[in-house]
């Protein structure tokens, strides 16, 4: 059974600090997808990472792939307030028909 | 743009209704999916169909059906609502191996 977890759930931060996200995965896939959720809106695409040692940067993220690890990373670089968000990654299976999503880390930026 | 469409966005049914969701895609997408999102619990996964007439169960199927007799429509299907069904519900599409994009989300209340 494929099991996606992240951590930290909560994430209280101050403007201008860098922090990560990590998301772990149990079984073998070679996709993993990072979104974004704004209150009361559905999610948005981040990113897609497709093969061991993917790196995209858009803006003050950046994410990363580790399929040895069964990890990625979300990166946040000097944060500011636009960035306070959910964050999911998701997973697909390796017949990539189906896709399993972390419990989400809820970002909040502080001036 | 790929549009994923909800046709409901809040609705209201009272307990041992049957609730129908529809979710409408327009990029002849191959797979759909269907998601609850509780607090706290991120997204789970209810049904996927990956063509036509063709459905796999997701984590959490109980309680829960659905219908897909055009490829460009997915519906959830509660044959007799009850109030811990009372969730955000968000469809999506995705053509195998690439980003998937969701709906904007049904808000369903069960009294």
């Known amino acids: 059974e494929l099991k996606v977890e992240q951590n930290p759930l909560f994430l209280s931060m101050q403007e201008g600090k860098n922090y990560t996200i990590y998301c772990n995965y149990s079984t073998t896939s070679d996709r993993l997808y990072w979104y974004r959720q704004d209150p009361g809106k559905s999610l948005e695409s981040l990113f897609v990472?497709?093969?061991?040692?993917a790196v995209k940067q858009e803006g003050r993220l950046m994410a990363s792939l580790d399929t040895k690890a069964r990890l990625s990373t979300l990166h946040i670089t000097a944060a500011v307030h636009d960035l306070s968000a959910t964050y999911f990654c998701a997973v697909a299976r390796y017949n990539n028909n189906d896709m399993r999503f972390g419990a989400g880390t809820r970002l909040t930026v502080k001036p | 743009d790929v549009k994923v469409t909800q046709s409901s966005r809040y609705l209201v049914k009272r307990t041992g209704e049957k609730v129908f969701l529809e979710c409408v895609q327009d990029?002849?997408?191959?797979?759909m999916f269907w998601y609850r999102q509780d607090p706290g619990l991120g997204l789970r996964l209810i049904y996927f169909?990956?063509?036509?007439?063709?459905?796999e169960k997701g984590d959490i199927p109980e309680g829960y059906s659905v219908s897909r007799e055009k490829k460009e429509r997915f519906s959830l299907i509660l044959e007799s609502a009850s109030t811990n069904q009372t969730s955000m519900y968000l469809c999506?599409?995705?053509?195998?191996?690439?980003?998937?994009?969701f709906g904007e989300g049904s808000w369903l209340t069960v009294v």
């Open positions: 999506a599409s995705r053509e195998q191996g690439n980003t998937i994009y």
């Open positions: 169909s990956y063509d036509v007439k063709m459905k």
């Open positions: 990029m002849d997408h191959e797979n």
């Open positions: 990472l497709l093969s061991n040692g």
